[in-house]
């Protein structure tokens, strides 16, 4: 007994000595975007279909156990395996469309294409877009809920943690995403639509849309049209430090906007120029404009800004679908159609759409 006892405590002793080894993360640009399967007419179906950004097909990628994922997206990055990871809103709703019954939703983390589940959390608090991932090769996201508010979730709590370790390093719940800096309009913003580019010149900036609690006709509290901003969070990705405005339309300072702004997305043109696509809706108006607008950075803060007087619009009547570049920079993704039933994915030219650089 004794000696199995010393054998066992010089094994965990030499064990410290030769920890688990990390799994070696690549960066790559990321090729497949989550489609909501309601553009697409599958919601009997329930199987996660993803757009191909360099072809502009939908392909399809079946998960392991099932369940459901929707509002998904996928990591900036591979393992050795060229695995890369998905993470997105999760539940085991059974597949019969909208008499499907729920058993348990939460947040869910899987390999990507195998579709094997690695972890997941059960929380009210979930996606209500695809999420971001932080920049780096950890597994850890942000995102915007149902309440307005940011969550960040870390699956990891560093990237050098083995798998093993992971599991009990994890989050338990998200964590809300404090304010720091001041808030627009009476203090309870709503954020949506988030994007995080890849860009340096961005300088870690989070895109979002964003609506402003503000006083109506009669003192009425109510929300204003979306307009698109950019937030910077801490070093430690828990607080917004810093709120600005993106884009600048062309209604009159202080005048009430006519059109909603949504689906951001900033990408990088093939002539370098940075460039942000997005979705307009005037009121009432049936479907969305997609529109593109040099993006300018301010030369002391790099601040970015575009106008949309300096806008071009690409296409009418689509779905406010999330846009996509493709990762030479001469393709735009869109979702076009009236109506879901019609939707198709429409692949918009942007080589050359504001002439030659200077």
Not at 191 to 204: H, T, V
Request: charged letters at 20%; proline letters at 8%.
């Amino acid at each position: 007994v004794l000696t199995a006892v010393a054998a066992t405590i010089m094994a965990v002793g030499l064990s410290r000595f030769d920890p688990p080894r990390p799994s070696l993360r690549t960066g790559r640009s990321i090729k497949y975007s989550n489609v909501n399967e309601f553009f697409l007419n599958h919601v009997v179906d329930r199987t996660p279909s993803w757009l191909n950004r360099e072809t502009g097909r939908i392909e399809s990628f079946p998960l392991e156990d099932g369940d459901v994922l929707e509002a998904a997206s996928c990591s900036p990055w591979v393992d050795e395996k060229n695995q890369s990871q998905i993470v997105g809103r999760w539940s085991t709703r059974t597949r019969n469309g909208p008499m499907s019954i729920t058993n348990d939703f939460g947040i869910a983390r899987y390999a990507f294409p195998s579709g094997k589940m690695l972890d997941h959390v059960s929380t009210e608090i979930v996606p209500v877009g695809p999420p971001c991932w932080f920049p780096g090769t950890q597994a850890r996201i942000v995102f915007g809920a149902g309440d307005g508010n940011l969550y960040q979730y870390a699956f990891e709590p560093e990237s050098w943690v083995a798998a093993s370790e992971a599991q009990a390093g994890r989050d338990l719940h998200p964590w809300p995403v404090v304010w720091r800096c001041s808030r627009p309009g009476l203090g309870k913003p709503f954020l949506s639509d988030l994007s995080w580019p890849e860009d340096p010149r961005m300088s870690g900036s989070l895109i979002v849309a964003l609506r402003e609690l503000i006083k109506g006709p009669g003192h009425h509290e109510s929300y204003s049209k979306t307009s698109l901003c950019w937030l910077k969070l801490n070093f430690a990705g828990n607080e917004i430090v810093e709120l600005g405005r993106l884009l600048f339309n062309d209604e009159n300072e202080g005048a009430e906007p006519h059109f909603d702004h949504r689906n951001p997305t900033v990408g990088t043109l093939p002539d370098g120029r940075l460039a942000l696509a997005y979705l307009r809706q005037r009121s009432k108006d049936i479907g969305w404009e997609v529109r593109i607008a040099p993006i300018v950075l301010d030369n002391e803060r790099h601040i970015p800004q575009a106008f949309e007087a300096k806008s071009l619009l690409l296409a009418e009547h689509c779905q406010p679908a999330h846009l996509t570049f493709s990762s030479d920079g001469r393709w735009l993704n869109a979702m076009t159609g009236a109506e879901p039933t019609q939707s198709r994915v429409l692949r918009l030219p942007l080589a050359g759409r504001f002439g030659p650089a200077r």
